[in-house]
Each structure stands twice: as structure tokens, then as C-alpha cells.
């Protein structure tokens, strides 16, 4: 996608610079000119940037689009780290069908539903502590350690060594940009972050061979040392999968609907008013700032897409945050609608690999943001200047300092 400011003036695609701060901030008029100029565009570098929610939809769904990753070399997309085997996300079927399955069982809407009671518990202790000070930091002191929590305890991440792995996280996140998004010096960091990753989980599987516990790790222990349907290289991909995508994105669904909420007063009342429109509200807020901005596959063979060819083996993007606000499907879409009916956003991606903790992610944001927004009457922006962290993926803020007391 860097290519794609080498367009020639008044050409499609000519103002889209994801690296540029300012797009960072607000890439909503930017996908709107693209969406309405060339929905299907190809860049300078050869890659497809697709941003009309029907074509986005389609791809989603079309079994001649896949991540190629075993298939195709020319991959610039989806490379292995260091030889190392891919987590399910990144496979086609039948990989993809077999892994996720071993880990789906955690995720179900009864299994995620009983673990709300702990959620809200949580919740609750990180806004005491933020009504008593007066201020926070909606990332710092509710995005980021909810989910990490949550998803730790879930796992079975000893609680003192979370804060040792939290940079190993960040740097793994910031890893699914593209390759050619990073410095050598950046891949060599992302690489080591995985080795380092590697090596804890594997002392801490270890562990509990040893010990099992009522956790996801013991599950996948059991399973890769029963019928052998995991190899130790797909367990350590798979935990450090489960760990750093179960609180990346919903920190900055948090993040990015909390100061949603700030900057639209009318929906933030409404929301104060009516506390049962809070399952509606995070379905809206998903739509309209959805924290990870694009996905991307590899054409398996020919297709056609939005009247244009599409050859096997050549890539697109599928920008998510240009489709949920494609009027076409959504009426009025750059309106923050806390009701809005029949919100069919693609924030979870789509097809075979519909997001797997899509019902975690929603349950947490009710709480966090539900309760935030019941306890904390006088919520509001500490300041005016707010910076996005550097992804081109998942978009986020590096900090969101609120003021809590009146």
C-alpha cells in the first residue's frame, strides 16, 4: 500500500497515504473518494484496495480468495516469521479448519457468557480506581488491562508476568503489518519478540504437563500430547495467536468508542439514558471506528471483482473502515447512530475466518463501555491533542486521558 501515493494527481488513490499522521487520524474522507472514485483500485505496487462493502463481502466469502501462504511465493503479505509455523488466520483450508477448531470450543457464546460476572468485577475495581484519582487513561487503565487480564486468566498467563510479556505483544501486533511496512532493524525486533515468546510458552506449557490446570493451555497440552492433531510448533503459534489478538483489538474498541462517545455528546447521552442500547451502541461503534482497519487475501485463482480482473496470485486489501461506512448498506454512515438497525459491519472480517473471539470482544466492550458510562457522569477529554500508534492494520490510540470527577 505504500505505493499507492505515487499515483499521479487526480488519479484514484492519489491522496491515500495510511502513514501520513493526519489520515491516521481521521481515514474516513480518504476512503470515501476512494470508494466513490475506483472501489476496486489497483496501486502502483500491484496490490487491489477494495473498499465497497458488497465487493469486500463477496471477497470475504469467495473460496478462490484465500492467504495462499503454502501456496504461493510471491506472497509479500503473509511470510512466515523465521521459518515458523503460521497461526490458523493466516491458513487456508484445511489447516485453517483443523487448528481453529481445537480453540473454538473456548470461545463459544455460552462458555464467553459465563465469564461476565468476572468481566464486570474487573471493570468495576479499574473505574474505582480512576473515580478516586480523578483522571485516567482509557488505554492505560481500562483498554489494555481488561482484555490482557481477561484473556490471560482464560489461558492460564500467570498474573506477575504479564507486565515482562506486554512489550512482547506489542511488538507481535505491530508485526501483521506487512513486511514491507518494516525496517530491518523493526523485523529483526519482531523476530526476537517471537523467539522470546516461544520461550515462555513453552516453559509455561511445560508447567503444565506437569500440572494441568482449569485452563486453554491445559486444553491444547492435552490435546497436542493425546491424538497428535497439533504439533508443538502449531501450540506455540497458536498461544501466542490466542494471547496477543484476545486484548490487541479490543483495547482499541474501547479506546477508539470511548472517545467515539466524547466527540458525539447527543449519543452519549442517549447511551446514558438508555443503558439497555449498550449491545446496539458497541455494534455501532465497531462500525463507525472499527479497530482493525483492513484484511487482506491472495486471488487462489481468477475471479472477478467489482468489474475488474483479478489474476491468481495477486493480493488485495480489503479496507474494512471504507465498507462499514458504505452508504449503499448503511444510510447516513458518517453519523454515529447508537440504534442503528440491521448493522451488518465487517469489523469481525468475514466467511470461514469470521473473527473466532468476536463474543468475547463484544462482551467486554458492553461492560467496559456500559459501565464506564453508568459510573462515570462527568466523563470527558483531559485534552485536545490525541496520537494514533504507528499500525497500518490495527488502528488505536497510544492514549486517551480522560477526566473523571466533576
Excluded at 473466532?356 to 458510562?373: D, K, W
Aim: with cysteine; glycine share 8%.
Amino acid at each position: 500500500m505504500t505505493d499507492t501515493t505515487e499515483a499521479a494527481p487526480g488519479r484514484p488513490g492519489a491522496d491515500l497515504d495510511p502513514f501520513d499522521p493526519a489520515h491516521r487520524a481521521d481515514p474516513y474522507p480518504v476512503y470515501r473518494r476512494l470508494r466513490e472514485r475506483a472501489p476496486v483500485f489497483r496501486t502502483p505496487r500491484g496490490h487491489w484496495l477494495i473498499s465497497g462493502y458488497h465487493d469486500c463481502s463477496s471477497v470475504f466469502r469467495d473460496p478462490r480468495f484465500g492467504h495462499g501462504t503454502t501456496t504461493l511465493r510471491n506472497n509479500t503479505f503473509r511470510r512466515p516469521v523465521g521459518g515458523r509455523s503460521l497461526p490458523f488466520i493466516l491458513l487456508d483450508p484445511p489447516e485453517h479448519t483443523r487448528l481453529r477448531s481445537l480453540v473454538s470450543r473456548a470461545f463459544t457464546p455460552r462458555t464467553v457468557a459465563a465469564m461476565g460476572e468476572r468481566i464486570q468485577e474487573i471493570v468495576d475495581g479499574m473505574i474505582d480506581v480512576a473515580l478516586e484519582r480523578g483522571r485516567a487513561d482509557i488505554i492505560a487503565d481500562l483498554g489494555y488491562p481488561l482484555p490482557a487480564t481477561v484473556i490471560s486468566e482464560l489461558l492460564g498467563v500467570p498474573a506477575g508476568d504479564r507486565e515482562a510479556i506486554k512489550e512482547l505483544s506489542r511488538l507481535v501486533a505491530r508485526g501483521v503489518d506487512p513486511d514491507f511496512r518494516h525496517t530491518p532493524e523493526e523485523l529483526r525486533r519482531r523476530a526476537e519478540a517471537f523467539t522470546t515468546f516461544d520461550g515462555y510458552f513453552r516453559e509455561l506449557l511445560a508447567h503444565r504437563r506437569r500440572e494441568p490446570a482449569d485452563d486453554l493451555l491445559s486444553e491444547l497440552v492435552a490435546v497436542r500430547d493425546g491424538d497428535g492433531r497439533l504439533t508443538e510448533e502449531e501450540l506455540l503459534t497458536t498461544c501466542i495467536l490466542l494471547y496477543v489478538a484476545g486484548h490487541e483489538t479490543t483495547m482499541d474498541l474501547i479506546g477508539n468508542g470511548t472517545l467515539a462517545l466524547l466527540r458525539h455528546p447527543d449519543q452519549l447521552a442517549r447511551l446514558r439514558a438508555d443503558p439497555g442500547l449498550i449491545a446496539s451502541a458497541v455494534e455501532e461503534l465497531l462500525r463507525f471506528d472499527p479497530p482493525t482497519q483492513l484484511s487482506r487475501r491472495t486471488a487462489l485463482a481468477d475471479a472477478e471483482v467489482g468489474g475488474q480482473a483479478i489474476r491468481a496470485g495477486e493480493q488485495v486489501v480489503l479496507l474494512r473502515g471504507a465498507a462499514n461506512r458504505d452508504p449503499a448498506v448503511f444510510p447516513d454512515p458518517d453519523r454515529l447512530d447508537l440504534g442503528r438497525r440491521n448493522n451488518r459491519h465487517l469489523s469481525f472480517d468475514g466467511g470461514i475466518h469470521f473473527c473466532l473471539g468476536a463474543a468475547l470482544a463484544r462482551l467486554e466492550g458492553q461492560i467496559a463501555l456500559g459501565t464506564l458510562v453508568r459510573r462515570v457522569p462527568h466523563l470527558r477529554l483531559a485534552g485536545a491533542e490525541l496520537t494514533y500508534r504507528d499500525n497500518l492494520v490495527i488502528r488505536g490510540l497510544a492514549a486517551l486521558p480522560v477526566l473523571t470527577g466533576r
